[in-house]
């Protein structure tokens, strides 16, 4: 590829498309799970894709992965003990272990490629893999979560690709049940969930069955995903006890340096818009 | 058009593409300024776009439309006088009518055809053109607003295409200035500002220039805006006196019936990111 081309991403299911003007492809591969691509864009930095799916560009993905870690991290006053299924890029992994309360940090991810890929062509992300609190395994997260300690995790996060296909439960009653035997009595579990304009009717299932599996409060927060489709996501958020606060509830270290995430975000991005409240209301 | 087929926009500033499943190509025309398109989509209903650039979808126009409209309006206890530079599609216009205090709503669009081509085939955008508040005037923003009587506009909303081009005078000082002649003593300015990611350059320019015609306080409220390049997209207020709150100044009328806005979301596309506050703490 001598010229820059423009690679799309078309959602189906939407009917929208997003696409990043590249000049060279750099990786191609079939791993037993997936096709994984990495190219190097005009604008964004590297990209990567998952099935022909955009991942993570180098230029924003700081925003997606503060917002999967900080609010859930920061809804607890020391989570010791923190689970990642998915999210075998490692960005959550290295927001997470920006926090000095924790002790161990476990990525489950299926596909070890990706995190190998990862390695190689966005090493940023994967600066913290070698910290003493990380395992990294490549297994199916489902069985993982079924054979998990009960009560040992004080955080999980689910940092999967859509919920089809492969990832499809980990938006299931049982794994929310699994998930909430694994974790401690505070525990909360935090999972990316699509879009708040696109996705409505899947927000609303998704409560239903958290509710249903036993936790005692669910929460949003919304921010900027450029590279999915909307342009918008949301992570959701909920608790084995107790109630989500407005605010973090410690001070937020300003030495972690977070570029998107900070105490003012934490509240404004669990601000709901009038026809999302409207739909929750409904229930 | 038999079949469907995706249409997309390729921003070569930013190097990224938005693009939208169509079924039908319902509308293109070359009027005096622009090219203008109106498509039907398989998920977004209707799209028009001008030169190329996606401007409207049915689905989500309400967020960007009650947003450059709302918190300027909600920043003031009784605005009467409202001009609209830009606007063609009216959905600016749509959402100035709902505050039973504004008595005139100009709206000066340079091409006619834009709003012609909206009443046809977006007339829910156009459905309080004949509220007998309102005036709609075809010609050039900038000589409109030199000629403007002095103080007589409580709120200018500057709703207009990216700043190239036919809009580059439009985020000029000079044209700041004039709009802070025409403005009442407590009057407000509010213009669409482009992205929060791509565009931080030009928001500090916008700063600058503000600043320097002598406006005493600029705040910027930022909401997701899925068909513009990153989704993401802010407008930018500045004040002839005084200073913003974060909150409205006065009570949210539930009965306008906004489906994005509201009391909670004013104050939160208010806050900042850190990477944002940084930018902006250099100046």
Redo the contacts between chains.
């Keep these: 590829m001598n010229e820059t081309q423009?690679i799309?991403e078309?959602l189906?299911s939407?009917?929208?498309?997003?696409?990043?003007?590249v000049r060279e492809h750099l990786h191609h591969e079939q791993s037993d799970f997936q096709t994984i691509d990495v190219y190097e864009?005009?604008?964004?930095g590297r990209l990567m894709a998952l099935d022909g799916c955009w991942m993570v560009t180098q230029?924003?993905n700081f925003?997606y992965h503060e917002m999967l870690a900080h609010p859930a991290l920061y809804s607890l006053e020391a989570p010791n003990h923190v689970a990642i299924i998915g999210g075998g890029d490692c960005g959550t992994l290295s927001e997470v272990l920006k926090h000095d309360s924790v002790l161990s940090a476990i990525q489950i991810d299926i596909d070890e490629r990706v995190t190998r890929v990862s390695e190689q062509f966005f090493p940023e992300l994967c600066a913290s893999n070698d910290d003493p609190r990380v395992s990294l395994l490549f297994e199916d997260g489902m069985a993982w979560i079924a054979g998990c300690d009960e009560g040992s995790q004080d955080v999980i996060l689910v940092d999967s690709t859509d919920p089809v296909g492969l990832a499809e439960e980990l938006v299931s009653e049982t794994f929310f049940r699994q998930c909430h035997r694994a974790l401690s009595d505070q525990g909360i579990i935090g999972m990316q969930s699509e879009s708040?304009?696109l996705h409505v009717e899947l927000l609303k299932t998704l409560r239903l069955r958290l509710a249903n599996a036993g936790y005692s409060d669910i929460r949003h927060h919304?921010f900027?995903?450029?590279c999915y489709p909307?342009?918008?996501w949301c992570i959701t958020l909920a608790r084995k006890s107790g109630q989500f606060q407005d605010t973090p509830c410690r001070n937020v270290n300003e030495r972690m340096e977070?570029?998107?995430?900070?105490a003012?975000?934490h509240?404004?991005?669990g601000?709901?818009?009038?026809?999302l409240?409207a739909a929750f209301d409904d229930e």
Tied chains: 1, 2.
């Design positions: 423009w799309h078309l189906d939407s009917g929208s498309a997003i696409g990043f003007r864009s005009t604008d964004f230029r924003e925003i708040p304009l919304l900027p995903q450029p909307s342009g918008w977070c570029r998107y995430y900070n003012a975000i509240q404004a991005s601000v709901y818009p009038t026809y409240r």
